[in-house]
């Protein structure tokens, strides 16, 4: 199976506690290995394009390196926004 990050842009309220909980818990139960990571900026209001750009920013060097020595496309991996 080829690698897969899952980053979920995240700031912990008490609304949305139980759904965090049942994403995570679902991508873990049915995939595997799924390497899940939460984002946030420092801002104080939430900033979801803010915190999309700062979780591409965490996974393209690591990406890039991972697939510059790829010899085939089956050593690809790929990274999921939810």
């Not at 679902?26 to 899940?36: A, F, L, T």
């Not at 915190?51 to 050593?75: F, K, M, Q, T, V």
Request: charged share 25%; glycine share 2%; aromatic share 8%.
């Amino acid at each position: 199976m080829l690698p897969l990050t899952v980053i979920i842009p995240w700031r912990a309220q008490a609304t949305r506690l139980a759904a965090f909980d049942a994403v995570v818990d679902w991508y873990r139960s049915n995939i595997p290995g799924v390497d899940i990571m939460t984002i946030d900026s420092d801002e104080t209001v939430f900033n979801l394009s803010r915190c999309r750009n700062l979780g591409i920013d965490a996974i393209s060097d690591d990406w890039r390196e991972r697939n510059r020595s790829a010899d085939s496309a089956h050593s690809l991996s790929m990274n999921l926004w939810v």
